[in-house]
């Protein structure tokens, strides 16, 4: 089988790293894994020592540096041993056996599975996302059945995506100065620049346990805030750019009329 290196970034995810570890080892017992903790203040590297697997290497950050420059640390350790392929994986994932065949043998250099997710208990399909180049928006093609079939996309999702070692050798790693969000739409938009192909793999699933039902804190939304305006001066057209701010103010306006 090709190399294959899989990079997981956690911050307090205790309760999901180690199903998520324990399913992708039982999967793949010979799977190299490296873990990036951004400075988790639960028992979270604690719990994964305590699983004893030789093929596992842990990167400890002194603080959290968000999903961008995390992931590229890994990245680079990976490449370093000879990755061929990279796959970054959500903690909040259930690797499951067979997702990862179908996903190698696609030929696009970027592929994602399909995600199966749960909300309002419904079971939801994720079809990977577009991008609306007029707002600097992005929108993930969901469908409460499993159609399997290829839909025309811009990026797969950050929670499990495959890439190429040939893809960061031509455009590098992940923009790190996304914290949080965006930095997948703009990788594979990056890529889809450079000529290499982004997919998703219909034969591929993958389920992603959302969470539901929990209010937020102000730091997630002024990080998809923030990001939200670097995709925007960096992937809309100066034209349409006052159309995509006041958008984005419409936005900040709705997040804190919705916290009164």
Request: with cysteine; hydrophobic share 45%; proline share 4%.
């Amino acid at each position: 089988m090709i190399k294959v290196f899989v990079i997981i970034s956690i911050f307090n995810n205790q309760k999901d790293i180690i199903p998520c570890l324990e399913s992708l080892i039982k999967a793949y017992p010979k799977i190299n894994i490296i873990v990036i903790d951004n400075a988790s203040a639960d028992n979270s590297l604690k719990s994964i020592l305590s699983l004893k697997y030789e093929r596992l290497q842990i990167i400890r950050n002194k603080k959290n540096l968000g999903f961008a420059k995390a992931a590229n640390k890994g990245i680079e350790l990976a490449l370093r041993q000879s990755a061929e392929t990279v796959l970054l994986l959500n903690p909040d994932t259930l690797p499951r056996r067979g997702f990862l065949e179908p996903l190698l043998t696609n030929p696009a250099e970027i592929v994602g599975p399909i995600l199966k997710f749960k909300r309002n208990n419904q079971w939801f399909y994720d079809f990977g996302g577009k991008v609306n180049f007029w707002i600097g928006r992005t929108t993930h093609l969901e469908r409460t059945k499993n159609i399997k079939q290829n839909a025309k996309i811009d990026y797969v999702s950050g929670a499990c995506m495959l890439i190429r070692r040939k893809v960061f050798e031509k455009i590098g790693f992940l923009d790190e100065r996304y914290f949080l969000f965006f930095e997948d739409a703009d990788f594979c938009l990056r890529a889809k620049k450079a000529g290499f192909k982004v997919a998703l793999e219909p034969k591929s699933m993958m389920i992603h346990k959302l969470s539901e039902g929990k209010k937020k804190p102000l730091r997630y939304f002024y990080h998809l805030v923030r990001s939200n305006l670097i995709f925007i001066n960096t992937w809309v057209s100066f034209y349409r750019r006052p159309i995509a701010y006041f958008y984005l103010w419409l936005l900040v306006f709705k997040i804190l009329l919705n916290r009164i």
